[in-house]
């Protein structure tokens, strides 16, 4: 006979309502869960691959082994590729010939962007080129907003420079070779000698660097004089603007608000080569973001005291740079590697007059293995110029 609570009912009774409301309860959560269960059959979800190789594979033709993931780094607001890697690279078109705009059709060429689409087709991923500022991807000895800002994977032909820039980013391997020589910009005396000559260490002068531009503004500190085989010392360095910083830093050096210029060496043939009419250097034929004017000065009003110096950097010119950690050179330099070694690759550095400052393969000729050096990549000690050449040797 049951036992009686003190209300009146039995015990037994309680445990039939407790059992009661258990199986309620657990009725209610199943009901839940089946609910969930098949509204998570609406949805595709695309989680992150865990093991990077099935990244590079994928680069080259590999598949996924069923796995679904994302096949490059997640960018916000860009739909990720679905059977193979969608990469966003970016460039500013003021640098020719790696990037610049045709005045005839209005379109971003060069190097750079021919490279990205002769290896989206090798490797099997798609490309899409963008614009932007270089500052949005180095500026103030800093990555730039763009690159931090996931407004691209990556910012295309920097080069690979010691120093702030290893520190912050990550740099594919190079398309060409060490082919960016650092140098000194110096005013020219009326007489054609130069106002600082390539013995001096530059103690008490100011030097304007290309702000956003190797070689950096560390940069000056892993070089030597090649005159003397001393390091510089005692100088006050400083950035250009951004905003047409080429020509500002000329600006400024010619005058007199800075001594010297911490420049590419070649930066000038690039400049009056390219965009610039050749009879008439007053005159921009294809209307460039640099002064032709300014530029044609060069042997005239300024020249180099310094040539040759590659110390400042690791490497030639590299396809890509993002961000720290990206890990889009899984992707990219098993492709590039491939890519050097094909025909194509000779063709489009032919086209775009890189063939001496690529990496020869065996489409080269014989010559392209045993060619001299243009004067600009040779120590300024090896000089037999002269100052109105723009390339001033070092004194006696």
């Avoid at 309502?17 to 098949?38: D, E």
Wanted: with cysteine; net charge negative.
């Amino acid at each position: 006979m049951a036992e009686k609570d003190v209300e009146g009912g039995t015990r037994s009774d309680g445990r039939l309502i407790q059992v009661a409301v258990g199986l309620a309860l657990l009725s209610f959560f199943g009901v839940i869960v089946s609910i969930a269960l098949t509204a998570s059959q609406d949805f595709e979800c695309t989680p992150i691959a865990t093991d990077s190789s099935t990244n590079a594979e994928d680069a080259n033709g590999g598949s996924t082994g069923g796995f679904l993931s994302l096949l490059e780094p997640y960018l916000p607001g860009i739909m990720a590729g679905k059977t193979r890697p969608k990469l966003i690279l970016s460039t500013e078109p003021n640098w020719p010939p790696y990037a610049f705009i045709n005045p005839q059709t209005g379109n971003n060429e060069g190097m750079a962007t021919d490279l990205a689409k002769g290896m989206a087709k090798l490797c099997n991923f798609d490309v899409v080129i963008t614009q932007t500022k270089w500052t949005e991807c180095w500026v103030d000895q800093a990555a730039g907003q763009g690159l931090l800002n996931g407004d691209y994977h990556a910012c295309m032909t920097y080069t690979h420079s010691k120093g702030a820039r290893d520190r912050q980013m990550d740099f594919s391997h190079a398309l060409l070779k060490n082919n960016q020589p650092a140098g000194l910009l110096v005013r020219l005396n009326d007489d054609g000698t130069p106002e600082i000559d390539g013995k001096h260490n530059l103690d008490g002068k100011k030097v304007v660097h290309v702000n956003g531009w190797t070689p950096d503004e560390d940069g000056l500190g892993f070089v030597l004089n090649e005159c003397s085989g001393e390091r510089f010392s005692g100088y006050e360095i400083f950035p250009s603007s951004t905003e047409n910083p080429n020509d500002d830093a000329l600006s400024k050096l010619l005058n007199g608000t800075a001594d010297a210029m911490w420049v590419f060496v070649n930066q000038d043939k690039h400049y009056k080569n390219a965009g610039c009419d050749a009879g008439n250097p007053n005159k921009q034929s294809s209307s460039p973001d640099w002064d032709c004017a300014k530029w044609a000065g060069f042997g005239k009003k300024f020249a180099f005291i310094q040539t040759g110096m590659f110390s400042h950097a690791h490497n030639g010119t590299t396809f890509t740079v993002s961000k720290k950690g990206s890990g889009l050179n899984e992707i990219v330099n098993p492709c590039l590697d491939r890519f050097v070694e094909t025909k194509e690759y000779y063709e489009m550095c032919v086209k775009h007059g890189l063939d001496y400052e690529c990496f020869p393969n065996s489409y080269f000729p014989e010559e392209y293995f045993t060619r001299n050096a243009p004067v600009w990549e040779l120590p300024t000690k090896d000089l037999q110029t002269k100052c109105e050449d723009g390339y001033c040797a070092c004194p006696v």
